[in-house]
């Protein structure tokens, strides 16, 4: 499987600041995602990131909150602008591989963002 | 209705048992199924993925799948304390979507 480098890994900022999530994949990928995981709960999706296009929201995830590029296959950025305490999660990239009939997900290793 | 249903446990097995996993979902367009573990503090690990009705074994891991009930299971054989973690059920590919939806996960524990 691909090779997902994300960074930060973790960090701590202020609230009203914005901080960008970087995802690197060691391979290019057609599929990549961003999730987020709030404390003790699964995973929510937040944007299919397109190459060449503007991302794909999901229902409650709006682009001037999380703009979203994706400049070609291998890489990918996550902002979260604004930011509030209610932002504090796990970011996590997500990128999809098929083979056969299966499209199988593998996950970067996260980003833990906390807001004060 | 939520979309996937797990039950969020604790189950707790001992060293050595079958642990047995389950997971409802609603969308019956749902093509494949993923069945992922998390530990605590780290990012979800692939651990099993099916897509015909019936049964997929790997290793001590057995997933089930039956699409007409809409139910897909995860089996551990020979559990082990490094087992413990929570395990997440993923379909994929209902209404054209190749992202995941998860369930909210079961914790497993196993007792020594």
């Known amino acids: 499987s691909a090779v997902i480098s994300q960074k930060p890994s973790r960090d701590i900022c202020q609230r009203g600041t914005s901080l960008t999530i970087q995802c690197q994949v060691d391979s290019q990928v057609t599929m990549m995602f961003w999730y987020r995981q709030q404390p003790g709960q699964s995973l929510t999706l937040i944007a299919t990131?397109?190459?060449?296009?503007?991302?794909?929201?999901e229902s409650g995830f709006v682009i001037d909150k999380f703009p979203i590029s994706r400049p070609n296959l291998t890489f990918s950025t996550l902002t979260v602008s604004n930011m509030s305490p209610e932002d504090s999660s796990i970011y996590l990239c997500s990128v999809g591989e098929t083979g056969g009939l299966l499209t199988e997900a593998f996950f970067g290793q996260g980003t833990r963002l906390t807001v004060v | 209705q939520k979309e996937v249903e797990q039950n969020s446990g604790p189950l707790s097995v001992p060293e050595g048992a079958i642990a047995s996993l389950n997971c409802t979902y609603s969308?019956?367009?749902?093509?494949?199924f993923f069945w992922y573990r998390q530990y605590s503090g780290k990012s979800p690990e692939l651990i099993m993925s099916?897509?015909?009705?019936g049964d997929k074994e790997d290793g001590r891991f057995t997933a089930q799948l039956n699409k007409a009930s809409q139910y897909v299971s995860l089996l551990i054989r020979d559990s082990q304390p490094s087992d413990s973690a929570t395990y997440l059920c993923a379909p994929q590919g209902g209404t054209g979507r190749r992202a995941l939806t998860f369930g909210s996960g079961t914790r497993l524990q196993v007792q020594p």
């Open positions: 990131a397109n190459q060449g296009s503007e991302a794909t929201y």
């Open positions: 969308d019956r367009g749902s093509q494949s």
């Open positions: 099916i897509y015909s009705n």
